[in-house]
């Protein structure tokens, strides 16, 4: 699969070919990179899209942020501190974006997958359960809450925002980062939730590795629908 170089903000716009049959979805590897131009990015692109648009898949990391879904509430903000809050249209309440963990979005034509939202949700929980699962963590999925856990605690958010049947923003996945910032919000809208982190897992593989390995299975999870 192509692995496109770090392109600077604003980023490149929709390509005019055709997707690669061998290889439709296209990954960017984008480094640290600020929430607001790469949320503005992902919005111009998907407006911009056409049918024959190629699929990417953002690789990438944030500075400290908390983001609030688009029917997120307030009072889940509860010390924010000097860390800014943006309010955006993704679906999900509040979560935290920091250096450590790793971020995929997903910038797909659902129709060209023949997914439905439900489904690519399903599809981007399993990838990180089996990720996890090659290291040997057991970790799952839990009905009307969306995201991965290990017992008790989160170790995945997720929230998607869909377009004229076109998707954007994916998935974070808590690797080696500071954790603390999770205590000033309810994580995902509820008091209270613990969250974990590969490392804490035993899990030695940084960001950039196992970011890696699961853009690369959910590419495989989601070429297997078409």
């Avoid at 716009?13 to 990954?27: A, E, F, N, Q, T």
């Avoid at 960017?28 to 056409?50: E, I, Q, S």
């Avoid at 377009?163 to 996945?173: D, K, T």
């Avoid at 490392?199 to 297997?224: P, W």
């Amino acid at each position: 699969m192509p692995v496109a170089p770090a392109a600077p903000l604003p980023l490149p716009g929709p390509g005019s070919s055709l997707p690669d049959p061998r290889s439709p979805i296209v990954i960017r590897r984008l480094g640290r990179v600020d929430y607001l131009p790469t949320w503005n990015a992902m919005k111009a692109f998907t407006a911009a899209r056409h049918p024959g648009t190629p699929d990417e898949v953002w690789l990438l990391e944030h500075p400290p942020v908390f983001t609030l879904g688009q029917a997120g509430k307030t009072e889940h903000l509860l010390d924010p501190g000097d860390i800014p809050v943006i309010k955006i249209d993704r679906g999900g309440q509040v979560t935290y974006h920091g250096p450590g963990q790793v971020v995929l979005y997903l910038l797909l034509d659902l129709r060209r997958h023949k997914l439905t939202v439900k489904a690519l949700v399903r599809i981007m929980e399993q990838a990180v359960i089996d990720l996890l699962g090659d290291h040997g963590i057991a970790a799952e999925s839990r009905s009307g809450a969306p995201g991965v856990y290990v017992g008790s605690a989160k170790i995945a958010a997720l929230g998607l925002k869909v377009s004229a049947g076109c998707c954007y923003h994916g998935l974070a996945l808590n690797v080696d980062m500071d954790l603390a910032p999770f205590r000033r919000i309810n994580p995902c809208g509820y008091p209270g939730l613990a969250v974990t982190q590969a490392r804490d897992l035993g899990i030695r593989d940084g960001a950039e590795t196992l970011g890696a390995k699961l853009a690369q299975r959910l590419i495989s999870d989601i070429v297997a629908r078409t």
